[in-house]
């Protein structure tokens, strides 16, 4: 073999390298894992507007404090799951969350929690395949108070990481 030749299966060798690194890429990202840019400061300071979050598609078994993705109203959005089917979940007049009758000690929330008028009365209890997902920032956030809970088919996944955008 002479060395166009060998110079012709090394550049062959080298596309299929691409092809085969970039259908992996296709799979992993497209059924197994997922990114988003974070929409809002609904999260925050966990997640701030911009961050960018990754998350695995395939595990369905949330519990408590897991953060998901889910699409609400045209918009991804990033939740935290506060409670999961069979809990009941009510919010009291001193702005606390309760969670079977206990008030939840959240380390992250650094304000009251109240429903909104035109959301869901409470107390509510999650059927089966549910989950009660609250914002970190409590104030004006889309999350269950208003919508429900949800239904876990409809989460897109459970955030694995998240990377900081501001700023760089």
Known sequence: MNQSQALKQEIKDFVLKIGLLAIVFTVLFGFCFGFMANPDDSMSPAYCEGDLVFYYRLDRNYTANDTVVLKYNDRTIVRRVIAVEGDTVDINEDGNVLVNGFVQQESHVFTKTFP????????????????????????????????GPVKKSEIKGSVILVCRRRNL
């Open 116 to 147: 909104y008028k035109e959301g869901i009365t409470f107390p509510v209890t999650l059927q089966e395949g549910e989950v009660f997902l609250l914002a970190d920032n409590r104030d004006n956030a889309q999350d269950s108070r208003i919508f």
